[in-house]
């Protein structure tokens, strides 16, 4: 006798209608008509969804399901595409306490659900009605005459109560002139999605040419999906109002924002003071996944390797002797984003990985580094790493205080000599920079030098292969 009641109690669950308006109007993602979506660099999207609703002449609830889960509802901005006189939002109300287990037992506090319990040998089962007492840390329920801690069976709930959905909804009030079918968009703010853009080099054996690849590596954990969603990204730092937005700006940024433009690659545009790069195909863009568009490709990319040894500026008002020995000689990597050498577009933000093919043409992993966002005719330099067989040693050669008594009028006069060694089998050219102090003057050098700044003097220094080259240099420092 209890079976049938238990089964009865449980198909009510499952096919419990939510306990929300009568008259709510319900939109899904099976009436959509089109998505687009804007990512920015910040962890911050503008969402476009077109969908076909039927509403009542007069007042309406609707209920917008499948919204993101991290929409900044203060944001939606909702409009009737096809009917748009006499369409007006009265009220908008964003649902986001979602239907779990837990949830439900938490709204259930204070009221009867059914409890159903099987026999452990037989299989039958029992029925009893239970008040929820408590869903904190645990459950404590009131069956009869006794309190019970835990769950003792199966609890079975006569409906899901109001405002417990099992998607994100945004549900709006509004007025509609007609009762025929029509287009409407949502458009709004929302955290959880964030793009980035990876590079990947591709070095010559001489390694004054690369192959370059860019990569957009989007991320979605908004908690929604966006099925063949019309693509777009902005690089570039846009200003954001964290605790108030001015809706009247969301309005023009969706009215304003370009058509997607056929192009072989992401097709490439100035928006206002940033750079908008679209997609020229629709793409799905699955909850909680990482993927990956082509965002340009170039071959035959002039550069130039470079071998710097910087120091510092201290050790010029005082006497220090030995300086360093073995001393880590950085390597970089130089290019131009010119039309000339294959590129010339402005380049996102992101990551360079570098690599390069060893004697068996494999590819092998040779350094990476961060590049911010480059205009095109700008210069991309890139450091590798440290050069394993070029090193230097370095020591003060000499120190004097020439004069001065007081703080600001002293003069020194130091020498310093850096030896550069090469275990290479080719020849290489060591850029050697020195921060100086003060003014300065260098009175005596082995090998010419120039004044890169006003603070930096740099010195060509070249060494022979399997060999090594001796800078020596004398400078004066006036503070």
């Not at 040419?209 to 590596?217: H, R, Y």
């Not at 990482?290 to 550069?303: D, I, P, Y």
């Not at 205009?375 to 330099?381: A, D, F, G, M, Q």
């Not at 080719?426 to 003057?441: S, Y």
Request: hydrophobic share 35%; net charge neutral; proline share 4%.
């Amino acid at each position: 006798m209890l079976k049938p009641l238990a089964f009865a109690l449980t198909l009510i669950l499952l096919t419990a209608t939510y306990a929300f308006a009568d008259d709510e109007k319900r939109t899904d993602l099976s009436d959509q008509k089109e998505v687009a979506v804007t990512i920015y660099n910040q962890d911050l999207a503008l969402v476009r969804d077109k969908r076909t609703v039927k509403l009542d002449k007069g007042l309406n609830h609707l209920a917008f399901r499948e919204v993101s889960a991290s929409i900044r509802p203060e944001t939606a901005l909702m409009r009737s595409v096809t009917h748009p006189d006499g369409f007006y939002l009265i009220e908008q109300n964003f649902d986001f306490d979602l239907l779990t287990p837990q949830k439900l037992l938490e709204k259930y506090v204070g009221k009867k659900v059914g409890i159903v319990k099987t026999h452990p040998t037989t299989g039958a089962e029992t029925y009893e009605d239970a008040v929820v007492l408590s869903a904190n840390n645990g459950v404590v329920l009131k069956v009869g005459d006794r309190i019970e801690t835990g769950i003792p069976g199966r609890i079975v709930y006569k409906d899901v109560p109001e405002n417990l959905r099992d998607r994100p909804t945004l549900v709006v009030t509004l007025n509609s002139a007609t009762d025929k079918a029509q287009d409407v968009e949502l458009s709004y703010l929302t955290g959880g999605l964030a793009w980035k853009a990876d590079y990947v080099a591709e070095l010559n054996a001489k390694d004054d040419q690369l192959d370059l690849n860019g990569w957009v590596t989007l991320t979605n954990q908004s908690g929604a999906a966006y099925k063949d969603a019309k693509l777009q990204l902005v690089a570039g730092d846009v200003n954001r109002v964290r605790q108030e937005f001015d809706r009247v700006q969301l309005m023009g940024a969706v009215q304003g924002m370009p058509p997607p433009a056929p192009a072989p690659r992401m097709a490439e545009e100035g928006l206002f003071e940033y750079h908008l790069y679209t997609l020229d195909r629709p793409t799905t863009i699955a909850e909680n996944q990482t993927k990956q568009v082509a965002l340009l490709s170039a071959g035959g990319v002039t550069c130039t390797k470079e071998f710097l040894l910087r120091g510092a500026d201290y050790y010029y008002s005082g006497g220090y002797g030995d300086l360093g020995r073995k001393l880590k000689i950085g390597v970089f990597v130089e290019f131009m984003n010119k039309e000339k050498n294959g590129l010339g577009i402005p380049l996102p933000k992101g990551t360079v990985r570098v690599y390069k093919q060893d004697a068996a043409g494999n590819a092998q992993f040779v350094g990476e580094d961060n590049i911010d966002h480059t205009p095109k005719n700008e210069k991309v330099r890139l450091k590798l790493g440290d050069a394993f067989d070029v090193t230097a040693d370095k020591k003060q050669t000499d120190f004097n205080k020439v004069a001065g008594s007081g703080r600001y009028n002293y003069i020194y006069e130091s020498a310093y000599e850096v030896v550069i060694r090469n275990a290479k089998k080719e020849a290489v050219t060591v850029k050697v920079q020195e921060p100086m102090p003060g003014d300065w003057t260098v009175i005596s050098e082995n090998m010419p030098h120039t004044k890169e700044s006003s603070g930096v003097a740099q010195w060509l220094v070249d060494v022979p292969s399997e060999g090594e080259a001796t800078l020596k240099y004398r400078v004066r420092v006036r503070w």
